[in-house]
């Protein structure tokens, strides 16, 4: 089996990355959390799609029998267990590891609104008097659901989540009615993003730094087009040794890794 390249994959920039080395002709094996995520890459890719979330306990076997020689990380930017346990195996494997990690509106200083809230964590805003007395749209997805439940009796929530069972049952668990739940999945235009908020007259809305692939580029518009508060939850500081946000530079990267000594 040749060294191939480790793709962590699951969003938009992975399929524009396994895309990319596929027609560079160079061998690698993407790795999703859900089996849905599949169904983004092309079924003529010549890569490996496996799908499940990989441990410290199983990362070692998948490196070894895949023959892996680089790691590519284009998980998302809040997926922080996956990318800190691949900068663990490429430090103990001795092989290179390359951040891949989309440009997000919250970082260009140049993008100005009035309207925009920055907060470091959830935490700060969970413990914060930010949603008090508020219409809150959450764009967070269903994993974060749990941390809002509280606000239930104090503001009126309403959750944007995935077309999935179980972030239905999340929504459910977490204290949202049927009514105040919506299930859509990305992109969304600017007009159906801002009737979604006429319609429920939100107030503030909840989303993380996702870069345009989130849609954040939309919100920022249709918060200062409506004048609705956008609180933007900044991504996680971790110590990614390099990172890029250059297709080519990605592919050359992986290029010169597969001329060295596969693990």
């Given at each position: 089996?040749?060294?191939?390249?480790?793709?962590?994959?699951?969003?938009?920039?992975?399929?524009?990355?396994?895309?990319?080395?596929?027609?560079?002709?160079?061998?690698?094996?993407?790795?999703?959390?859900?089996?849905?995520?599949?169904?983004?890459?092309?079924?003529?890719?010549?890569?490996?799609?496996?799908?499940?979330?990989?441990?410290d306990h199983t990362w070692q076997t998948f490196c070894r029998d895949h023959q892996i020689s680089a790691i590519l990380d284009a998980s998302h930017p809040y997926a922080t267990e996956?990318?800190?346990?691949?900068?663990?195996?490429?430090?103990?494997?001795?092989?290179?590891?390359?951040?891949?990690?989309?440009?997000?509106?919250?970082?260009?200083?140049?993008?100005?609104?009035?309207?925009?809230?920055?907060?470091?964590?959830?935490?700060?805003?969970?413990?914060?008097?930010?949603?008090?007395?508020?219409?809150?749209?959450?764009?967070?997805?269903?994993?974060?659901?749990?941390?809002?439940?509280?606000?239930?009796?104090?503001?009126?929530?309403?959750?944007?989540?995935?077309?999935?069972?179980?972030?239905?049952?999340?929504?459910?668990?977490?204290?949202?009615?049927?009514?105040?739940?919506?299930?859509?999945?990305?992109?969304?235009?600017?007009?159906?993003?801002?009737?979604?908020?006429?319609?429920?007259?939100?107030?503030?809305?909840?989303?993380?730094?996702?870069?345009?692939?989130?849609?954040?580029?939309?919100?920022?518009?249709?918060?200062?087009?409506?004048?609705?508060?956008?609180?933007?939850?900044?991504?996680?500081?971790?110590?990614?040794?390099?990172?890029?946000?250059?297709?080519?530079?990605?592919?050359?990267?992986?290029?010169?890794?597969?001329?060295?000594?596969?693990?």
């Amino acid at each position: 089996m040749p060294a191939r390249i480790w793709l962590i994959g699951g969003t938009t920039e992975s399929v524009q990355l396994a895309s990319a080395l596929d027609n560079a002709g160079l061998p690698g094996v993407i790795t999703v959390l859900a089996a849905s995520a599949q169904t983004l890459y092309p079924q003529a890719l010549g890569l490996t799609i496996c799908t499940g979330a990989l441990t410290d306990h199983t990362w070692q076997t998948f490196c070894r029998d895949h023959q892996i020689s680089a790691i590519l990380d284009a998980s998302h930017p809040y997926a922080t267990e996956i990318s800190k346990l691949a900068m663990q195996a490429s430090t103990q494997l001795r092989i290179p590891y390359l951040r891949f990690e989309r440009f997000s509106e919250a970082d260009d200083r140049v993008t100005q609104n009035p309207w925009v809230v920055k907060v470091d964590t959830i935490s700060q805003l969970v413990n914060g008097q930010y949603l008090e007395g508020q219409r809150v749209l959450l764009t967070l997805g269903s994993k974060w659901l749990s941390l809002f439940q509280e606000y239930q009796s104090t503001s009126t929530l309403f959750a944007r989540i995935l077309p999935r069972a179980q972030a239905f049952q999340a929504a459910d668990d977490a204290g949202f009615s049927c009514d105040r739940i919506i299930a859509l999945r990305p992109p969304i235009s600017f007009d159906l993003e801002k009737a979604l908020w006429q319609q429920w007259q939100i107030s503030v809305v909840v989303t993380k730094a996702s870069g345009q692939p989130g849609g954040e580029d939309i919100k920022r518009r249709v918060a200062q087009a409506l004048g609705v508060t956008l609180i933007i939850i900044k991504r996680p500081i971790l110590p990614y040794p390099h990172q890029t946000s250059d297709i080519e530079t990605a592919v050359q990267f992986c290029q010169a890794a597969l001329h060295q000594k596969p693990v």
